[in-house]
């Protein structure tokens, strides 16, 4: 067999003198699982249903295994692909094994009866779905997620080479969400079916689907691996939404951290600059905070693989870095002083002190000399994190004599800001 399953040819689709889709064209490679997404209107199942052969594009074409499915039999084609739709209404009180029988109408003759091999399938399509338990249950008592697997089996049931399914976790609580779609994935993986499915959710679509389509105004924007779509510039120019893209703890695919719309914050803020020194997690917060208000925040010195590094080069925020574990360096500190020199605010995180970053105290010692703001949070005691036998305390106390401004937690350093920015 062929390595492209699904090649879709400069397809438009319209409703009346609506255009929906204009142009799309892609391939879906044998055994992918291909995510679609897009804001509400793009043409997400308007897509879905040309594949599925429910709605005839009046351009292009739809080709599988380089047919034409709309001049193939539609029983042909019912055994190669299924469809799951985002809602499945039942409106009779089928038991839920005869539901699951029911995809396997497109096998049998007019008048044929179904034979063992029909009722073998329907077993291992319930099986696969984790729904034997339910299959003397009528399909009006299941629940949604119940149903949903009902639906999948059913569509497992048609042996299909190709599935398609429509936003198949909309309506379920969150582990019902991860259960539909850890087993399309085993369908996947397990049996080499091609897989295509319109989502909305862009962390699970990064986390389940090899390739991605992102949809605009009924065209592709782009196509790739979940970590070429899934940027904070795409969802912007697609949704028009400011997100922080940082990697999944465990599976270190892209995870998307909406950002909340505060034009009042962005206003206060002014565009005015702040450095934050920070290190060993103590700032992490406190970054995040200041970009999503507006700020124009640098960082430093951070030592690379520290979590506020991390967090830094996840906000897109410019960092001094020295190092993985090495003391600051006089390099170091020369670029720090000159970040600090051009901001009007500069903050200490409350960090622990070693040997290797008191140079960090000294560069704010310079920042107080010299008149500019300096902001000290005392969250900790200074005695709980001087690890340097007296000499960060001495340097400490006397950065405190240079007349800085002393808070107790991050919360109060944005409200001194917001303040100062409305004077």
């Not at 465990?250 to 950002?259: C, D, E, W």
């Not at 870095?321 to 020369?334: D, I, K, L, M």
Request: glycine share 8%.
């Amino acid at each position: 067999m062929g390595k492209v399953h699904l090649q879709i040819e400069g397809i438009c689709c319209s409703y009346g003198a609506e255009p929906v889709l204009n142009g799309v064209e892609f391939i879906v490679e044998r055994g992918g699982l291909l995510g679609i997404l897009g804001p509400n209107g793009s043409g997400k199942t308007t897509l879905l249903k040309a594949i599925s052969r429910t709605l005839k594009p009046h351009l292009g074409r739809v080709l599988l295994d380089d047919q034409d499915i709309y001049r193939i039999n539609s029983i042909e084609v019912a055994r190669q692909m299924a469809v799951v739709p985002q809602e499945s209404h039942f409106d009779f009180p089928f038991t839920a094994r005869e539901i699951v029988m029911m995809g396997r109408t497109p096998h049998l003759g007019r008048f044929q009866s179904e034979s063992r091999h029909d009722w073998r399938v329907v077993e291992q399509a319930l099986a696969f779905t984790n729904s034997s338990h339910l299959a003397e249950r009528r399909i009006t008592e299941l629940s949604g997620g119940e149903k949903q697997r009902i639906a999948i089996a059913r569509a497992l049931a048609q042996e299909p080479e190709v599935l398609l399914l429509d936003e198949p976790t909309a309506f379920l609580d969150i582990n019902h969400q991860t259960e539909i779609l850890t087993i399309i994935r085993r369908l996947n993986k397990d049996y080499n079916l091609t897989v295509i499915m319109v989502l909305h959710d862009l962390n699970l679509a990064s986390e389940y689907c090899d390739q991605i389509i992102l949809l605009k105004e009924g065209q592709i924007y782009a196509l790739g691996s979940p970590e070429e779509i899934i940027t904070s510039t795409n969802i912007n120019a697609v949704y028009g939404s400011k997100v922080l893209i940082r990697p999944h703890p465990l599976h270190r695919r892209p995870q998307v951290i909406l950002l909340a719309k505060d034009q009042a914050q962005t206003k206060i803020a002014g565009g005015a600059r702040v450095h934050v020194v920070g290190g060993g997690g103590m700032a992490t917060s406190l970054l995040g905070e200041l970009v999503q208000a507006g700020y124009k925040v640098t960082a430093g010195v951070l030592n690379i693989g520290d979590s506020d590094w991390e967090q830094a080069k996840i906000l897109g925020v410019d960092t001094v870095e020295a190092a993985p574990f090495s003391p600051v360096t006089a390099e170091n500190h020369r670029s720090n002083l000159d970040y600090i020199e051009k901001a009007q605010w500069v903050i200490l995180a409350p960090i622990p002190f070693g040997e290797g970053n008191i140079y960090n105290l000294k560069a704010l010692q310079t920042a107080a000399r010299r008149g500019q703001r300096v902001v000290v949070i005392e969250r900790i005691p200074i005695q709980e994190r001087d690890y340097t036998d007296g000499k960060g305390l001495l340097e400490y106390r006397h950065l405190l004599k240079l007349g800085v401004i002393r808070v107790t937690g991050e919360g109060e350093v944005l409200r001194l800001l917001q303040r100062e920015g409305q004077t």
